[in-house]
């Protein structure tokens, strides 16, 4: 959970139209409708099963572990856009969220009235795509070391570490 100050737009009619959040980076608002956000987050993990969550908590540890580019907010439209089928596998899950998470990254990402990484400058932005395709052929390897009648687990959850840091747990633990 995120705790974040707000403010908020009125609608004209005593609503409230949306909430505008600081970004800190840039020093701009960033216009938020948290409810719709969090149905679309409740509906989503409904129709792809309890693993969204966990497949979401999963990459913020990554880009925790890589220099905290990517905002929250950004990686949770990244999962609703990518994450859109029933949940096959994490660890094939995992390698198709950094794949086309590279290729949403490589442009403006429109979401729900306005750019949700729009607080990446073009350095970042060539950065977070260098750590999405590292993350990507890192986990395809992973995934590869055990499919089909591959058996080495030893090697992908030494893969895995690298990509999520020393927390993800030692082989044989």
């Known amino acids: 959970m995120d705790i974040v100050p707000v403010s908020r737009v009125s609608d004209g009619a005593g609503g409230v139209a949306y909430f505008e959040v600081p970004n800190m980076n840039n020093e701009t608002w960033i216009s938020s409708r948290p409810k719709t956000h969090s149905n679309d987050l409740l509906e989503r993990n409904k129709s792809y099963g309890d693993e969204f969550k966990k497949i979401i908590k999963m990459i913020k540890w990554w880009n925790h572990q890589h220099s905290s580019f990517l905002q929250s907010y950004h990686i949770e439209v990244l999962s609703l ?18 794949k086309k998470a590279h290729g949403l990254c490589s442009s403006s990402h429109w979401h729900r009235g306005s750019y ?5 400058d073009q350095t970042t932005r060539q950065e977070v795509l260098k750590r999405l395709e590292t993350a990507r052929d890192k986990a395809r390897d992973a995934w590869h070391a055990t499919y089909g009648d591959k058996d080495d687990h030893e090697k992908a959850i030494e ?12 082989y044989g633990s």
Do not use: E, H, M, R
């Not at 856009?81 to 950094?98: A, E, M, Q, V, Y």
């Not at 949700?116 to 990446?120: E, K």
């Not at 893969?159 to 030692?170: E, H, L, N, R, S």
């Open 159 to 170: 893969i895995w570490q690298q990509v999520f840091g020393d927390k993800f747990p030692a």
């Open 81 to 98: 856009n990518i994450l859109t089928g029933g949940f096959s596998d994490f660890p094939w899950d995992i390698f198709g969220f950094f």
């Open 116 to 120: 949700v990484d729009a607080y990446l």
